[in-house]
């Protein structure tokens, strides 16, 4: 059974960054881990999600090109760096993990299986 908790959310200006991180409670390198954002009045919808191995990723469009996710699975934990960051970003962040074959990460990114761990969130406020 995972544990996961995000944290580094925050207010920032459009155009700043931030990094947020998930860390883990168990063993997660036979894990897939995935972002994931709800913004209010919408359906949860993935943001990037990495392979096991962190040698696969996936983005969602309207990331691409300004978010990057990489992990270290000898601290059991996944990153998100946000850069360029827009007011449409603004939304609650969960991780999520799923033992999934490396072929099946953009279908849990577009959340097309069956995810069975989630943290709890972290808000991201992007406003002037």
């Known amino acids: 059974q995972l544990q996961l908790v995000e944290s580094g959310g925050g207010l920032v200006q459009p155009g700043g960054s931030l990094r947020l991180s998930c860390a883990a409670s168990?063993?997660?390198?036979?894990?897939?881990i995935g972002w994931f954002r709800q913004a209010p009045g919408k359906e949860r919808e993935g943001v990037s999600c990495?392979?096991?191995?962190?040698?696969?990723?996936n983005y969602a469009d309207a990331v691409k090109g300004r978010f990057t996710i990489s992990r270290e699975n000898g601290k059991n934990t996944v990153y998100l760096q946000m850069n360029s960051l827009k007011p449409e970003d603004t939304a609650i962040y969960y991780c999520?993990?799923?033992?999934?074959?490396?072929?099946?990460?953009?279908?849990?990114?577009?959340?097309?299986?069956?995810?069975?761990?989630w943290g709890q969130g972290t808000q991201v406020t992007v406003s002037s």
């Open positions: 990495i392979s096991s191995s962190g040698r696969t990723t």
């Open positions: 168990g063993y997660t390198d036979y894990y897939a």
């Open positions: 999520a993990a799923a033992r999934v074959p490396v072929g099946i990460v953009q279908a849990m990114c577009t959340m097309n299986i069956h995810i069975p761990y």
